[in-house]
């Protein structure tokens, strides 16, 4: 069974500041995707950014950026020049690329951006 | 551009009764299901459907039931409300690279 891990409950950063979220996860799949979603306060789950196991490049989307670390299994999040809006839980997702497997999510990271 | 549409996004039941969250997608994906999310514990599958006509268990299966009569709707229903089923519910329908399309989320409680 695939198992996704956030170890930081909570965190906070100055607004303009770099921040960096941290994932982990454990399956013996080779070909999987991941993901990163944010959940506002007003409960929407959003697709924040997807990274294809496959790839070798990091996933981009204009302030967020991952580094995948397929060997290590680690997929973190790094939010450049934060933003007051980007207050959020922060859910890392797992899925291997087969089949009808379930998508697998991490505990989440409540990260607030601090004026 | 609807995607997912979920309702209702609150409601209160007592002990005992029923009820059915409904669940409409626009996007013809096959799969979809039914989450629900507790503090510290993520998001868990309680049931899902890779298309009309099937459905499956997810992780917390009891006390839920579901069907898919169509590839657009995919109701869940509360056969008699707990209060451990407090908790908000997320539906999803899941894209081209298995990445999910969440509805809005409804807030249930159970007194």
């Known amino acids: 069974a695939q198992t996704v891990t956030q170890s930081q409950p909570e965190m906070s950063v100055q607004e303009a500041e770099t921040v960096t979220l941290s994932c982990t996860y454990d399956?013996?799949?080779?070909?999987?995707?991941l993901f990163w979603y944010k959940q506002p306060p007003s409960r929407q789950m959003i697709l924040v950014i997807r990274?294809?196991?496959?790839?070798?490049q990091n996933a981009t989307e204009n302030r967020f950026s991952v580094n995948f670390q397929k060997a290590a299994k680690s997929f973190s999040l790094k939010i450049s020049d934060s933003q007051l809006g980007d207050t959020a839980m922060y859910f890392c997702?797992?899925?291997?690329?087969?089949?009808?497997?379930?998508?697998?999510f991490g505990t989440g990271t409540r990260l607030t951006i601090i004026p | 551009n609807a995607g997912v549409t979920q309702t209702p996004k609150f409601q209160v039941l007592k002990t005992g009764q029923s009820m059915t969250l409904q669940c409409a997608q626009d996007?013809?994906?096959?799969?979809m299901s039914w989450y629900r999310q507790d503090p510290g514990m993520g998001l868990r599958l309680i049931h899902y459907?890779?298309?009309?006509?099937?459905?499956d268990q997810g992780e917390v299966p009891n006390g839920y039931n579901v069907s898919r009569s169509t590839t657009e709707d995919f109701p869940l229903r509360l056969l008699s409300a707990a209060p451990s089923q407090t908790s908000v519910y997320f539906c999803?329908?899941?894209?081209?690279?298995?990445?999910?399309?969440f509805g809005q989320g409804t807030r249930l409680t159970v007194v």
């Open positions: 399956t013996s799949e080779n070909n999987y995707y």
């Open positions: 997702a797992f899925v291997p690329n087969f089949g009808n497997e379930k998508l697998t």
């Open positions: 459907s890779v298309g009309a006509g099937i459905t």
């Open positions: 999803a329908s899941r894209g081209r690279y298995h990445e999910a399309f």
């Open positions: 996007m013809n994906h096959e799969y």
């Open positions: 990274q294809e196991a496959y790839k070798q």
